[in-house]
T-cell receptor, first 114, second 113 residues
Framework: DTAVSQTPKYLVTQMGNDKSIKCEQN?????MYWYKQDSKKFLKIMFS???????INETVPNRFSPKSPDKAHLNLHINSLELGDSAVYFC?????????????FGQGTRLTVV | GENVEQHPSTLSVQEGDSAVIKCTYS??????FPWYKQELGKRPQLIID?????GEKKDQRIAVTLNKTAKHFSLHITETQPEDSAVYFC????????????FGQGTTLQVKP
């Protein structure tokens, strides 16, 4: 009964390829996020969607394009992958209305670009 | 800009000792401060949180304190156990309805048996 699930868990690909990561939440939350965790464990927000609308877009290269077909799903597509894109990508969701609330994280996708 | 500083980056204690991790935040409008624990290869999971209208909160062996004036908050773990070994992250929200959290750099806690 996973609350936030993302696939795949591992992704190994060559430079220049295009790949997608999918995320789904069954918590009924209105807001979903993508975070990137680099090799130093630093967690940094990339994007956020609220009810399918983009509300946060940090300074991320435009090779990264999020898509939210509905409020339970948030996918991340990455074009022309580079070595520096290697990281763990976490999807998360929360009920953002009314201020800060707990963010629930998916299990992460470890992306390795070779 | 928005920033959360966390110290120390690594912490090693003997089983049964206490551990304290400290964070400072920059946005005076922040009003929600969660702490996450991330075990090796796993997802971050909330262990405790505190809101700005409360100075202290406790849940069994863990407690969090908040000093709004100084913009400091701290995590206290008492009677540490080997299973407490993990990376701990503090975070602060950006006062808006986006739910955006700014995370500290993380503290790797090692509890030696």
């Amino acid at each position: 009964d996973t609350a936030v699930s993302q696939t795949p868990k591992y992704l190994v690909t060559q430079m220049g390829n295009d790949k997608s990561i999918k995320c789904e939440q069954n918590l009924g939350h209105d807001t979903m996020y993508w975070y990137k965790q680099d090799s130093k464990k630093f967690l940094k927000i990339m994007f956020s969607y609220n009810n399918k609308e983009l509300i946060i877009n940090e300074t991320v290269p435009n090779r990264f394009s999020p898509k939210s077909p509905d409020k339970a799903h948030l996918n991340l597509h990455i074009n022309s992958l580079e070595l520096g894109d290697s990281a763990v990508y976490f999807c998360a969701s929360s009920q953002a209305r009314g201020g800060g609330t707990e963010a629930f994280f998916g299990q992460g996708t470890r992306l390795t670009v070779v | 800009g928005e920033n959360v500083e966390q110290h120390p980056s690594t912490l090693s204690v003997q089983e049964g000792d206490s551990a304290v991790i400290k964070c400072t935040y920059s946005d005076s409008a922040s009003n929600y401060f969660p702490w996450y624990k991330q075990e090796l290869g796993k997802r971050p999971q909330l262990i405790i949180d505190i809101r700005s209208n409360v100075g202290e909160k406790k849940d069994q062996r863990i407690a969090v304190t908040l000093n709004k004036t100084a913009k400091h908050f701290s995590l206290h773990i008492t009677e540490t156990q080997p299973e407490d070994s993990a990376v701990y992250f503090c975070a602060a929200n950006i006062a808006s309805n986006t739910g955006k959290l700014i995370f500290g750099q993380g503290t790797t806690l090692q509890v030696k048996p």
